[in-house]
T-cell receptor
Framework: SAVISQKPSRDICQRGTSLTIQCQVD?????MFWYRQQPGQSLTLIAT?????????ESGFVIDKFPISRPNLTFSTLTVSNMSPEDSSIYLC??????????FGPGTRLTVL | AQSVTQLGSHVSVSEGALVLLRCNYS??????LFWYVQYPNQGLQLLLK??????LVKGINGFEAEFKKSETSFHLTKPSAHMSDAAEYFC??????????FGTGTSLTVIP
């Protein structure tokens, strides 16, 4: 299994500000994924982050709102920009460690006031 | 297009009773299927996965799931529920093994 850590584990932010979430993996992986889990709902893929190229965003998500960095094969960041209360969610990163198997980080619980 | 339907957003069972969580999928190709569990305030943990080998898949904590192509189902079962099984359970489908689509989740309550 992969060991994935996320920082911060939780945060409370003011409307209009931005938060950068970090995801660290214990070994090199090609693709990292960012998901959002809104209260009481399932996971929705935000984007796929490959090292050395721009992230690929899913429908309904844009780079200006959710910029992603992938500086190396073990690290990625997701920024939630110009936050509103609707952005209150759990944000999770995941990696594909073995074929056809994704491992998830513990998540970052974000509350926007 | 891929999608997952989990019937029953909330399931309650008595301790020691059978657990049955339902999952139906749609996929244009033979899919990979997964069950994840999420305990309160934690991330997702893989319970089990189907990747075209045996149709009956055994996972952790006594859970198992059976892939039924004719019914496009991948229901999760456990013969005897334990209090520690109370959690949110998510079924997921993937055609490529990279992009996952999750169901809306089923919250399992175990009654002592």
């Amino acid at each position: 299994s992969a060991v994935i850590s996320q920082k911060p584990s939780r945060d409370i932010c003011q409307r209009g500000t931005s938060l950068t979430i970090q995801c660290q993996v214990d070994s090199q992986v090609t693709m990292m994924f960012w998901y959002r889990q809104q209260p009481g709902q399932s996971l929705t893929l935000i984007a796929t982050a490959n090292q050395g190229s721009e992230a690929t965003y899913e429908s309904g998500f844009v780079i200006d709102k959710f910029p992603i960095s992938r500086p190396n094969l073990t690290f990625s960041t997701l920024t939630v920009s110009n936050m509103s209360p609707e952005d209150s969610s759990i944000y999770l990163c995941s990696v594909e460690r073995r074929a056809n198997e994704q491992f998830f980080g513990p998540g970052t619980r974000l509350t926007v006031l | 297009a891929q999608s997952v339907t989990q019937l029953g957003s909330h399931v309650s069972v008595s301790e020691g009773a059978l657990v049955l969580l339902r999952c139906n999928y749609s996929s244009s190709v033979p899919p990979y299927l997964f069950w994840y569990v999420q305990y309160p305030n934690q991330g997702l943990q893989l319970l089990l996965k189907y990747t075209s080998a045996a149709t009956l898949v055994k996972g952790i904590n006594g859970f198992e799931a059976e892939f039924k192509k004719s019914e496009t189902s991948f229901h999760l079962t456990k013969p005897s529920a334990h209090m520690s099984d109370a959690a949110e359970y998510f079924c997921a489908v993937s055609e490529s093994g990279n992009q996952f689509y999750f169901g809306t989740g089923t919250s399992l309550t175990v009654i002592p």
